[in-house]
């Protein structure tokens, strides 16, 4: 049991990296390295990057020729790879989200268990947090996070609460937010209604849809083909991204055609459904219930019709 982080579908995204032996690959999100050994477990003569923008990560990096840790957001994966000489790779993971380090840590904010400042950056050295969203945006602009990211009702009201509120007194930790938020939600459903608000939050202070965006769009330009892209997500505004990304080729799901007509996509999805954590896995790691794995394969596209 690693304390930083159980790795989700461990088995399974490794089986379905399908790693050569002396190929390049990415982990996009070390985290506690939990996937990263086990690609590292599989290459021969090969070579592993990994990502993270999160300091804490440091300590889990494995004391291993093959594989250098790269201190930045996924978003800048090309750019990043180059600086190291890399332009092309075999294959990409990314095991999306927080991990449990991040969650468990009570002065980060991102759990509705502690009562912490409302920071939730991933990167420690990132300008915005979550207290500075509630403090300084607008409630138009928190209605639109909390709806489009929360898939909260009634947001509305709550942003407009927030406006109100602030104006009173700084809402500044994780009790201030819960107490507001108390008076929108029957108490026997607060835990998953306080837990969605922490999610709207989250994802804005981290753009964690655009940086899905840029990484989707630059694996598409560096993997090789034939090489694989495996994607772990765990809310289904993720899932529909890469899902849309895997299957059209644009993460908003609108397919891009040649002039004949014919649809150009980078790669073709392996996986027709999503593939899930069984009971057992999550009988040991409640965090794998939600996780979705996506798959899907580069095409050659100079063979394309
Ligand atoms: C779910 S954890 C990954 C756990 C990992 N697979 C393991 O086995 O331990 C996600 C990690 O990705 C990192 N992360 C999330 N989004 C990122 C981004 N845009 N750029 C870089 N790192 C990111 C987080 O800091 C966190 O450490």
Redesign the pocket.
């Known amino acids: 049991m690693?304390e930083?982080?159980q790795?989700v579908l461990l088995n399974e995204s490794i089986e379905w990296l399908n790693v050569i032996e002396k190929g390049i690959y990415v982990d996009?999100?070390?985290?506690?390295?939990?996937?990263s050994r086990a690609i590292l477990s599989t290459l021969k003569d090969g070579y592993l990057y990994a990502?993270?923008?999160?300091k804490d990560?440091i300590k889990n990096i494995p004391d291993d020729s093959r594989f250098r840790l790269i201190r930045?957001?996924?978003?800048y994966l090309k750019n990043s790879l180059s600086e190291h000489g890399v332009t092309q790779i075999d294959g990409l993971l990314a095991?999306?989200?927080?991990?449990s380090h991040?969650f468990d840590t009570e002065n980060r904010g991102f759990s509705i268990r502690f009562d912490a400042e409302l920071d939730m950056r991933?990167d420690q050295s990132g300008k915005l947090t979550a207290a500075k969203i509630i403090q300084t945006y607008s409630a138009a602009e928190l209605k639109s996070i909390l709806s489009r990211y929360g898939e909260i009702q009634n947001s509305g009201r709550i942003a407009h609460a927030i406006e109100t509120e602030r104006k009173k007194k700084a809402i500044r930790t994780t009790s201030d937010l819960i107490q507001l938020l108390k008076r929108f939600v029957k108490p026997e459903s607060e835990n998953k209604f306080f837990a969605r608000v922490f999610q709207a939050l989250r994802i804005e202070v981290?753009d964690?849809l655009g940086?899905l965006k840029n990484l989707l769009e630059q694996a598409a330009e560096i993997i090789v083909p034939g090489g694989r892209l495996v994607i772990i997500s765990y809310h289904s505004l993720e899932d529909r991204m890469v899902k849309n990304f895997m299957r059209y080729g644009d993460t908003w799901g609108e397919p891009h055609k040649d002039i004949k007509g014919n649809l150009i996509r980078p790669f073709n999805p392996i996986l027709k459904k999503p593939l899930t954590a069984g009971i057992k896995e999550i009988s040991c790691n409640p965090r794998s219930k939600s996780a979705k794995m996506r798959v899907a394969e580069k095409i050659n596209l100079s063979e394309l019709p």
């Open positions: 690693n930083y982080h790795p996009a999100t070390f985290g506690g390295g939990g996937h990502f993270d923008c999160d990560v930045a957001n996924f978003k095991d999306l989200g927080v991990s991040q991933m981290n964690e940086a």
